[in-house]
């Protein structure tokens, strides 16, 4: 009896684990392919098993805060099961103090309210393909 207990509260356990929300937020510091320009690129992940969310702001928790926009990358954006999305800020838009941090200091907002804080891709690319008509550095 208390065996079977054990193995039932085991599985719901496990099960709300595996589909609780979990978001990846990875960055990287690449050159563009085709500009020979940087950026610190950001992937947003969503690895639940089930579930979409929404995502709601980008941004480099500086001072003051840097927001992350993209005109053809607008937000909010829904992320399905195991969907990616992502953006650029170039490097110049970062101030040098901040580049040594840069990696850890991306901050994504849910719709639902969640803060999802950043961490270094280690497996990035040498160069970037965005598959975007023109990025304009501005």
């Known amino acids: 009896m208390i065996e079977r207990s054990i193995e039932k509260y085991a599985g719901e356990f496990i099960n709300a684990l595996l589909n609780q929300r979990r978001i990846r937020v990875l960055v990287h510091r690449s050159l563009l392919e085709d500009k020979r320009k940087e950026a610190f ?57 901040y580049h040594h941090y840069a990696f850890t200091m991306v901050r994504v907002m849910l719709s639902n309210g969640t803060l999802a804080y950043s961490r270094e891709n280690v497996t990035h690319p040498e160069k970037e393909i965005v598959p975007a008509e023109e990025i304009k550095f501005e």
């Open 41 to 97: 690129f950001i992937t947003v992940t969503n690895l639940t098993l089930d579930r979409e969310f929404e995502i709601t702001s980008v941004w480099f928790n500086a001072n003051p805060k840097i927001p992350v926009t993209q005109a053809d990358r607008p937000l909010p954006k829904a992320l399905k099961p195991n969907e990616t999305w992502g953006t650029w800020l170039p490097v110049s838009k970062l101030p040098l103090g």
